[in-house]
């Protein structure tokens, strides 16, 4: 099925561990975003690809790199890992000429930090 | 600063009932509002949107309703059902990178 698909699911790390969420998309898409959702605070942009070999910062970027490897791939790097960075993380991805509407969102990765 | 605020946190109706999303942005180069639901465990998915030049959009029981000069819009559900009860979020985008602004959300419940 087409769409964004991200790894892990789930995922418990110590404080001060490194990891990589990974973010692929099936669509052709140009643009991707990495969001995190906490309790009570909606959705909040870390960082966004506009385009293949083009990162920016987003909302709450602090602690966190991503790599654009391809059209395809995003990743999101914990380079040390906090408990505040404790959330669901989402990749979504967003094609040409939707505005808004063209965003698909993957799962999600539950991360946990202790 | 949060740019869009959404209200009420939570809410509870009836099935039948006609529950009522607000939210309010702050700016003004934002030119499209889109309403996302969210079930447990999954990504949010596009329910519905609206661009600031109408005042009003209907996709089968969902209506967005859109007032640009207090930039203000709302989510109403007619004729709720169970399977309505989900996470609602209001957002905005505008300029080149299309970046979405997510309101806090809102859980909305819907009882048999």
């Known amino acids: 099925n087409a769409g964004v698909t991200q790894t892990p699911k789930f995922q418990v790390l110590k404080t001060g561990q490194s990891m990589t969420l990974q973010c692929a998309q099936d669509?052709?898409?140009?643009?991707m975003y990495w969001y995190r959702q906490d309790p009570g605070m909606g959705l909040r942009l870390i960082y966004y690809s506009a385009s293949e070999g083009t990162t920016d910062k987003g909302e709450v970027p602090n602690g966190y790199n991503v790599s654009r490897l391809n059209k395809r791939e995003f990743s999101l790097r914990l380079e040390s890992a906090a408990p505040s960075q404790t959330s669901v993380y989402f990749c979504?991805?967003?094609?040409?000429?939707?505005?808004?509407?063209?965003?698909?969102f993957g799962s999600g990765t539950r991360l946990t930090v202790v | 600063q949060q740019q869009v605020k959404q209200s009420p946190q939570s809410l509870i109706v009836q099935k039948g009932g006609i529950p009522i999303i607000n939210c309010a942005y702050e700016?003004?180069?934002?030119?499209?509002f889109p309403w996302y639901q969210q079930f447990p465990g999954k990504g949010p998915a596009l329910l519905i949107a609206?661009?600031?030049?109408?005042s009003e959009k209907k996709e089968g029981r969902f209506t967005i309703s859109f007032n640009k000069s207090a930039k203000q819009f709302s989510l109403h559900i007619m004729d709720s059902q169970p399977g309505d009860s989900a996470t609602y979020f209001c957002a905005a985008t505008g300029g080149s990178n299309y970046k979405l602004t997510f309101g806090k959300g809102t859980l909305l419940t819907v009882n048999p």
């Open positions: 700016n003004t180069a934002f030119d499209y």
């Open positions: 609206i661009r600031p030049d109408v």
């Open positions: 669509m052709n898409h140009n643009s």
């Open positions: 979504a991805s967003r094609g040409l000429g939707g505005l808004g509407y063209g965003y698909t």
